[in-house]
């Protein structure tokens, strides 16, 4: 038996996008930037990004929907499906690593969109 969890505080790349499965299920996609600070062997400060991309299926799917936006901070809770490596259109043209990850809880630390509702913490 094996076992792995999946547990970072990030901010969304950009809005969140819908979609549907054959069955019907709805999905919500984000991409999630989780910022590392450290300082290198010469003292200095470096910041490093890594990416995530993050499904959330069901009534968790609606909610990030409705409530997340680009720059929105969540915490994720799921576990890593795959990783695949690229090469970004902008910058120094180094390989990146994206890892793929199914969540199976979002929690909202902030929001962006202006909701009248007044909903801006809690679990998706």
């Known amino acids: 038996m094996s076992y792995q969890k999946f547990l970072a505080v990030g901010n969304l790349g950009k809005d ?3 979609r549907y499965t054959p069955a019907g299920t709805q999905v919500c996609n984000f991409n999630l930037a989780v910022n590392k600070k ?5 003292g200095e400060y470096q910041e490093k ?3 995530f991309s993050v499904a959330v299926y069901g009534k968790q799917a609606e909610s990030c929907v409705k409530y ?4 929105s901070q969540v915490l994720v809770e799921g576990e890593i499906e795959d990783a695949y490596a690229y090469i970004p259109k902008e910058g120094d043209g180094k390989p990146q690593a994206i890892n793929k990850v199914t969540a199976q809880r979002v929690r909202f630390l902030s929001t962006n969109k202006g909701n009248d509702d007044g909903y801006t913490d809690g679990f998706a």
């Open 16 to 18: 969140p996008e819908e």
């Open 38 to 42: 450290y300082k290198d062997q010469s």
């Open 49 to 51: 990004t890594n990416w």
């Open 68 to 71: 997340l936006s680009k720059g």
